[in-house]
């Protein structure tokens, strides 16, 4: 092989078949990807519904403490996934790749792709690379999609929020959006700042099975917008939110940094955090669930639905102060995932 | 609305539901959109076993003629299902957008999308949107992801191909490629020529429902890399391929302008064509079903499978000469899809 990545890479040519086999079916090897056919068939699956998600990823840097661009594009679609209460499964990886990228940054990218899907326990069964002239990419951008199966019995929506269910999250907020800003602009300030990437499907799979199926209201990954964004999406006509300020855990370098920048940790992305909306009945039983895994250690109580403010999310200063926390308007932070 | 992209169209804030919501759900119209849930989550699907694919789009110019690359998103994908034998049922679709593409050059993408989709017979339930920097990428990329359900009983693989076993397309080959590269280079030449991009599914159906199970061998469509490229992929270790060069249906525009610029038909690429390989007591039936559709009038049996070149696709020209028809090799045409 060459080693940088040229326009007749994505050809559908010799080239193109070279990086498929030599590279991509190498690190993601598996059965399916090796029949190198248009679609990947796969086994019947298992009995449930059927979950489907995209995302595509621009993240610059294409590597930043505690991850890269591809261990975010198998985390964030399998995050999307198990949000949904579907166990992942199958992933496809189309990538657009700049003409002149070196191969061993596209190769550390595929071996990390491949780290995180085993980690995850799924299989990325097929894929496409398009190659665009020096100058109309900037270097690589990925796109995963992701099936899943959801249990048949297991309802999931911001619709079956009650007042009086409890609000969770499984740790720390805002350490993606600031880990990749910090590392972006140079900044030495929080070296020890690591992005919290990370696939959620086997915390969130313990949660689900140590309650009742329909005492999880819904969950949501609190990616692009944060934690403020998902708790406005879920708010509706007849429900609102509150939020202690002092509940909600953020790292004592991601605040010192927030405050520093002008940011807000309630709106900086996060690529390993789940919020989760449960009956109030079984709001310890989750938390013991979460602090008990790696992922959720930091894990905690935040707040509540109300009836009392419908369409509003609520935050409640230790000062005793009460504010509005909007959607996210503008652009926070570009391409942070 | 404003009228152009802003980084904050990809925030995950306001401007990104407000694209979501006044644009994606609004053409893509359904159920399952509507939800706006990280996945999506769908009816428990037919039986049989599930079809995966993937494919990215950059194709420049984004609007040519015949099609545009919405339409080719589409198409690609419910293509790539169908020639692996599946039924397409749901795509997903995955937006890269430049800072400042207007969206009125989105809304025509994405308008012409859910033209597709509907004549295809799929919904698109799943998508994302990211912005970048101006510069940082060609105006528009779109990957689109889909699923489809094959039959449990069929079986389609190049490694069912054996001698005797007859070769057909549905129609001139190279009109895509030809038709993008004219238009990108401004050249006036085969005004009348367009793009072949149409979802083949239909007319796959049809060859399916028209013969035994086991009578179809092999499907393809001839993408990047044209004819040649399918061909290649499909000889083995004990078989090769004969094509008659006369039997090839090219158009006369497309024949003319390869002359001139020194390029290859049977390497150009195609968005509406199928290479199949049948059972030779089933060829005359396929050949009929192909000519009475729409998309296969000029559909043709072109060759056959051999044992005596294993490994290799040689042509026969009329002057009763024979060459091997090699894999591309380099980039033919750049960003054609």
């Given at each position: 092989m060459?080693?940088?990545i040229l326009l007749a890479h994505g050809s559908g040519g010799v080239l193109s078949h070279e990086l498929t086999r030599d590279l991509f079916a190498r690190h993601f090897d598996n059965s399916v990807l090796d029949e190198m056919g248009d679609a990947a068939v796969l086994e019947t699956l298992p009995p449930g519904r059927l979950a489907l998600t995209t995302d595509s990823y621009v993240v610059q840097p294409l590597f930043f403490p505690g991850g890269d661009i591809g261990k975010l594009a198998v985390c964030g679609t399998v995050n999307d996934l198990a949000v949904a209460g579907a166990t992942p499964q199958y992933l496809t990886a189309g990538f657009i790749l700049e003409e002149g990228l070196s191969l061993e940054t596209l190769e550390r990218v595929v071996i990390s792709m491949a780290a995180t899907a085993r980690a995850a326990g799924v299989q990325i069964v097929s894929g496409d690379t398009k190659v665009v002239n020096h100058g109309a990419a900037d270097s690589l951008f990925i796109n995963t999609a992701g099936v899943g199966i959801v249990p048949q019995e297991l309802m999931l929506s911001p619709a079956l929020l009650r007042p009086g269910d409890v609000i969770l999250v499984n740790g720390t907020v805002g350490d993606h959006g600031i880990a990749v800003m910090l590392q972006r602009e140079g900044l030495g300030f929080g070296a020890a700042l690591e992005s919290d990437c990370a696939p959620l499907n086997g915390l969130i799979a313990e949660v689900l099975a140590a309650v009742p199926s329909?005492?999880?209201r819904c969950m949501r990954d609190a990616t692009r917008g944060g934690l403020a964004t998902v708790l406005n999406e879920w708010v509706g006509d007849t429900t609102g939110i509150?939020?202690?300020?002092?509940a909600v855990p953020v790292r004592?370098?991601?605040r010192a940094a927030c405050e520093l920048l002008g940011l807000d940790p309630l709106y900086a992305a996060n690529e390993g955090k789940v919020v989760i909306a449960v009956d109030p009945?079984?709001?310890?039983r989750v938390l013991a669930v979460l602090r008990a895994h790696p992922l959720g250690c930091n894990g905690a109580i935040i707040g509540q639905v109300t009836a009392s403010h419908p369409g509003r999310v609520i935050l409640s200063t230790p000062y005793g102060a009460r504010r509005v926390v909007q959607m996210l308007t503008g652009a926070q932070l570009p391409r942070i995932c």
């Open positions: 060459n080693d940088i329909d005492a999880v509150e939020i202690e300020e002092t004592e370098d991601v009945g079984v709001a310890g």
